[in-house]
């Protein structure tokens, strides 16, 4: 088995932040075998729970989840992102000790700490039997083994995001169905004065990537346990995904200067300079507050297709809640994490904003049918939710996906800057994910 510090200090960029002096819960070491199944409420919880995480409607969770158990208090400690919280999580299980009783990870990243033999298998409080409760995506990615290391909280599948007003201006009166009319649209906007989209192939470009190529029909990596095969161009989706963002980038089609998730990537969606997105079901929120002066003016669509009449999806992102092996408070733990996920939390989070990924929730007619003024009064969830319920076909992660996602822009980054062919930055970059795996104990080949 490789030590999971191997990888922390040789994959990931270490911030300052990363002293951690939270520890797990207090009192006797409750396990699983004392916790109720799922589905099956014996008890609450009780003592202190250490909870990591980020993001939207935490302290609102945080106070449901304590009204419903008197006797149990969380502690929250965020480390920013979800980047800083798995490179924390990573150190204290390096370290034997640390680790909270719950944390958030991004869900691509839950199989690296099941295969380092960090968390808890869900199944032994019952997980398993939730397997037709969760949209099947987010669903599928926090399995390892085939059982349940993490309960998903929220869905990305990828859609379409795109400003009408722009779009209208641009004399592009529908949104693609197709990539190849994506491209013609992406012309006539560019000829409009605007871009149709941004990519600077940096590391925020990673889960973009990762789910075009999905939907593309790539296999850039195979792995069978100890076994990985890399291949980032001969890949026949990989191939077809690199011609295409090739095309878009020779053409300057696409807006390669910002970077998603940057003071310029909100500036330009706020001034309408990037006319659309494709990019997870979690985005509505972000729109909203990072580009205010647009309210009325973007719609969602469904993601275009490679072949007219496919429906062929893929999923961007989304987290997921695990409890780490060190937990000392386990069965209360697992009622936090069936609370936030399954339960009523899974309510509360959904009520802030958060897309979910329980079916209950997500194909209630009280989502589906809320009209969203920032959309123009459109059914947004109507269309995400169509989206989640799209089967996927199953797409691997690297078992190092930190060191993956956290080194992607240093080869990408040079083809966007026209520094160099996308097919020779993937080249470069393969060989570091090969060199790299092979450096942690893996058989890599390429």
Not at 292 to 314: C, D, H, I
Request: proline share 4%; aromatic share 10%.
């Amino acid at each position: 088995m490789r030590k999971l510090d191997k990888v922390v200090a040789a994959g990931l960029l270490v911030t300052s932040v990363l002293t951690v002096s939270a520890c797990g819960g207090s009192g006797k070491d409750q396990g699983a075998g004392q916790a109720a199944g799922a589905g099956g409420e014996t008890s609450k919880a009780s003592g202190q729970l250490v909870f990591w995480g980020w993001g939207n409607g935490i302290k609102e969770l945080i106070a449901a989840f304590e009204k419903a158990n008197p006797g149990a208090k969380v502690k929250f400690n965020s480390f920013g992102s979800a980047a800083d919280t798995q490179v924390a999580l990573s150190n204290a299980i390096s370290a034997g000790k640390g680790a909270p009783d719950v944390t958030m990870l991004e869900d691509p990243t839950v199989e690296q700490f099941a295969i380092e033999d960090g968390l808890v298998d869900l199944s032994e409080f019952g997980a398993d039997k939730y397997v037709d409760d969760f949209a099947p995506g987010p669903w599928n990615k926090v399995q390892y083994d085939g059982k349940p290391f993490a309960l998903p909280i929220d869905s990305g599948p990828e859609v379409f995001f795109y400003n009408k007003a722009v779009f209208d201006k641009a004399g592009v009166k529908e949104p693609p169905k197709t990539w190849d009319e994506y491209y013609q649209d992406a012309k006539k906007i560019r000829a409009a004065g605007a871009y149709i989209t941004n990519n600077a192939g940096d590391k925020n470009s990673y889960q973009p990537f990762t789910a075009q190529a999905w939907q593309a029909g790539a296999k850039p990596w195979k792995v069978e346990g100890e076994k990985i095969t890399i291949d980032m161009t001969k890949d026949a989706g990989m191939k077809r995904y690199i011609d295409f963002q090739q095309k878009l980038i020779d053409e300057d089609l696409v807006d390669t200067k910002i970077a998603n998730w940057s003071d310029d990537w909100n500036r330009g969606l706020n001034d309408g300079s990037i006319a659309s997105l494709t990019i997870g079901a979690w985005m509505p929120t972000n729109l909203e507050s990072g580009a205010p002066a647009q309210k009325g003016n973007w719609r969602v669509a469904s993601l275009p297709q490679w072949e007219e009449g496919q429906t062929v999806s893929a999923e961007d992102g989304g987290s997921a809640l695990v409890i780490p092996k060190q937990s000392k408070n386990k069965a209360s733990a697992w009622k936090f994490v069936d609370f936030m996920t399954h339960g009523d939390g899974a309510q509360v989070m959904a009520d802030n904003g958060t897309f979910p990924s329980l079916k209950k929730i997500l194909n209630s007619n009280d989502f589906t049918s809320k009209k969203n003024e920032y959309f123009g009064g459109q059914e947004v969830n109507k269309v995400l939710t169509e989206a989640a319920n799209r089967k996927v076909t199953k797409f691997q992660y690297l078992p190092y996906n930190p060191f993956a996602q956290s080194t992607y822009g240093d080869s990408i980054g040079r083809a966007y800057l026209k520094q160099t062919t996308l097919e020779k930055a993937f080249e470069d970059y393969q060989k570091q994910l090969v060199d790299h795996g092979n450096q942690q104990g893996y058989k890599v080949n390429k």
